[in-house]
């Protein structure tokens, strides 16, 4: 029986492999998942740490073509489940009729997107504070990891995912976002009004400081006029920007499971007999 193919997109300043456990739990559950890098990102924490020159200038539109291209090799239109910047590029993919449904965790803004959040300028404030950083990419310190992603798990938990997980991120993919409503041709930019496409779900965790819920609730009033197109929201009480990766993400991703089949975007896993 064939498997419904699922894409993970990771976000800014984590490796792919941190959705090991996801890939994990959804072939247990009948999927086919994979988790590309992004075009730069090396197979290992270790060796994309050691050459972070190969993520210099690596924009959103990059990007998307890379995990568009990654699509052109399954052998149907996958689901694609993305956090941080990766549910925006999920968005975009999902519109661009790639893929048959999407759930975007603490997704990136997009194009229309006018809230700025006090907490969401100071996460970004490593990059966007030199204008330099957009052709270079820029790693977080255990102290700028806390406040972004760790600030509702403890110290001690913080500080092993920034170990673990962390790589060093392309400047360019925040300075398109931020300056996304000055330009005409932004690459952030997501068709919400008039895309015939499958469902998506928007997931917000309450505590988050990089993307806050009154952003991606701001995401959620811009699909509003698209009668013809499923948009849902829930939110994850007590959580921060690492809730894909922490100790309670076994609750995010029941909540992607639990949404994809109640869309009918779930395939049996078959009985095994004898």
């Known amino acids: ?14 490796h792919s492999r941190a959705w090991e456990p996801w890939l ?3 072939a247990a559950k009948g999927y086919e998942p994979s ?19 190969a993520l210099d200038g690596v924009g959103i539109e990059q990007i998307c073509h890379h995990y568009a291209d990654h699509i052109d090799t399954l052998d149907t239109k996958p ?18 009729d790639l893929a048959t449904g999407a759930v975007a965790i603490d997704p990136a803004p997009i194009k229309g997107v006018k809230k700025l959040p006090f907490s969401q ?38 500080d092993a995912l920034h170990e673990a ?10 300075f398109e976002d931020a300056t996304a409503n000055f330009s005409r041709t932004s690459p952030a930019k997501v068709d919400t009004h008039t895309a015939v496409r499958g469902p998506l779900l928007l997931v917000s965790g309450t505590e988050d400081h990089t993307v806050p819920k009154a952003v991606t609730l701001e995401v959620l009033g811009l699909y509003a006029d698209n009668p013809s197109s499923t948009t849902e929201y829930q939110e994850i009480e007590g959580r921060g920007h ?9 609750t995010v991703a029941d909540v992607a499971l639990e949404w994809l089949a ?8 078959p009985t095994r007999t004898g």
């Open 242 to 250: 690492s809730l894909t990766i922490d100790s309670g993400w076994r």
């Open 79 to 96: 689901i694609v489940i993305g956090h941080s910047f990766g549910g925006l590029i999920a968005q975009e993919l999902l519109a661009n």
């Open 1 to 14: 029986m064939a498997k419904t193919p699922v894409v993970f997109i990771h976000g800014l300043w984590i």
């Open 262 to 269: 109640s869309k009918s975007l779930v395939v049996p896993v």
């Open 35 to 53: 988790a590309p890098g992004w075009p730069g990102d090396a197979d290992t924490v270790e060796a994309t740490r050691a050459n972070p020159e």
């Open 165 to 174: 997980w962390t790589i060093p991120g392309p400047g360019l993919p925040l």
């Open 121 to 158: 300028l100071r996460s970004g404030f490593p990059v966007l504070g030199n204008p330099a950083n957009k052709k270079r990419t820029v790693s977080l310190s255990a102290k700028q990891f806390r406040y972004s992603f760790g600030n509702a798990i403890s110290q001690e938990e913080s």
């Open 24 to 26: 994990e739990l959804f």
